[in-house]
């Protein structure tokens, strides 16, 4: 459906809901099914027991305006590609409505209505028909389109002896020259290899930039970070954030999380303790600013560890810590120095402009003189955002452990 308002994709309570534990094995029992199921209705009787319910999206509205690109993010299982399927109009909702202003195309199937008997050529004109493109349209940017995927040597060769990438990159380039308003694009980084994704994420953008509305779903958050400019949180087929992009992103790796979060706090009984040093707090916060900010790459953060000494004497605090792959990153301590008794906090700052994107984890140990410690490992775990600072274009992870922003020098030379 297609109305006038300044949106250009307007969706209201939209709600899909399967059945299960109802199998039909070719089109008669589908239909005959359907029909029992209406005559059921018609008679006021439920479903057999058996026909359970299941809920693939309830309620989602939402309003996106001309050109806008918005991220779909969330686990597997959250309703993101239900959700794109039925604003391509390839299933219909169970309860909802749905308008758009402009018309809209979809890059859900990469690949689809190739046919590996013709060429690369023939394939992309009947790919171009299948997405909606007349063949005058696919005639003007068939040059285009091969150029982007990098086949010409082979444009007049079945794709049947394309290798999977050849394949891939060709039917993705055809879908990305579609002339539509709205463009719907489900986890397109699965496409060619990483200098290929570079150039499709690229494309997106171009399309955007043009007044294109781009709906993108994804599980690379630095990909979504980088191009939207709003993202939206599906769990469990709801929307439970809409929003700017950083803050969605935040509140999705908080939720994420099944382990220890960026912040402990203990009491009474349950706090860490070997009598003569007790552990009540370790966090990671921003070294400046709002401390309830996302950590992000470029910005100083602070390891902070609340803790008790029953007696006065020399201790120590070290920390630890190792990034998502295991790797220990650095093992520090504070200089050994006099306390008195009571409670005590310690903290340290890691500067901005080291480490790199990703999920870490720190160990504490606090010690004193008699070689008592109390030590916990992995006792919290952080994310470090990636920055929108110098990205030129690459939407994927920077390689390394560290990130350092370093002085350059540029001298011209006759």
């Known amino acids: 459906m297609t109305a006038d308002g300044p949106w250009a994709i307007k969706a209201?309570?939209?709600?899909k809901r399967y059945r299960l534990g109802v199998f039909d094995s070719n089109l008669r029992e589908t239909i005959s099914n359907s029909a029992r199921g209406l005559a059921r209705a018609a008679?006021?009787?439920?479903?057999?027991?058996g026909a359970d319910e299941f809920w693939a999206l309830r309620g989602v509205s939402f309003e996106i305006p001309p050109g806008q690109i918005v991220g779909i993010i969330g686990h597997n299982g959250?309703?993101?590609s239900t959700l794109l399927k039925i604003l391509a109009r390839i299933t219909e909702p169970s309860e909802g409505t749905l308008q758009f202003l402009g018309k809209v195309g979809s890059l859900l199937e990469v690949g689809t209505g190739f046919?590996?008997?013709l060429s690369g050529r023939d394939n992309v004109f009947l790919n171009g028909a299948v997405l909606g493109m007349s063949h005058r349209q696919v005639a003007r940017q068939f040059d285009q389109i091969v150029e982007f995927a990098g086949v010409a040597q082979f444009i007049d060769t079945p794709v049947k002896r394309y290798s999977s990438g050849m394949y891939m990159r060709l039917a993705f380039a055809v879908a990305a020259h579609l002339e539509s308003d709205i463009l719907l694009v489900d986890e397109v980084l699965a496409v060619?290899?990483?200098e290929f994704q570079k150039k499709c994420l690229q494309r997106i953008a171009e399309m955007a930039h043009d007044g294109r509305t781009v709906v993108f779903v994804s599980h690379n958050l630095t990909a979504i970070q980088s191009l939207c400019e709003r993202a939206i949180l599906m769990e469990k087929g709801e929307v439970r954030a809409d929003g700017p992009t950083r803050d969605v992103l935040q509140s999705y790796l908080n939720r994420d999380r099944t382990g220890p979060s960026s912040q402990c706090r203990w009491s009474g009984q349950d706090a860490p303790t070997n009598g003569a040093l007790t552990l009540h707090a370790v966090r990671v916060e921003p070294a400046d600013g709002d401390p309830l900010a996302p950590l992000d790459v470029t910005r100083p953060f602070r390891i902070t560890v609340e803790y008790d000494r029953?007696?006065?004497?020399v201790g120590m605090?070290?920390?630890r810590l190792i990034d998502a792959t295991g790797i220990l990153l650095f093992d520090i301590a504070n200089p050994a120095a006099s306390?008195?008794?009571?409670?005590?906090?310690?903290?340290?700052?890691?500067?901005?402009?080291l480490l790199n994107a990703g999920e870490y984890r720190v160990t504490v140990t606090i010690s004193d003189e008699n070689d008592d410690h109390t030590e916990l490992q992995d006792v919290i775990a952080f994310d470090l955002a990636d920055s929108d600072r110098d990205r030129r274009g690459w939407y994927g992870k920077w390689e390394g452990v560290l990130r350092p922003s370093l002085a350059w020098t540029l001298d011209s030379l006759p």
């Open 115 to 117: 046919h590996p008997e």
């Open 310 to 313: 029953a007696r006065a004497g």
């Open 12 to 15: 209201e309570g939209i709600t």
């Open 78 to 80: 959250a309703g993101k």
């Open 192 to 194: 060619g290899d990483t």
């Open 339 to 353: 306390f008195e008794a009571g409670r005590h906090r310690e903290s340290c700052v890691v500067p901005g402009d």
């Open 43 to 49: 008679m006021g009787r439920k479903a057999p027991q």
């Open 317 to 319: 605090v070290a920390i």
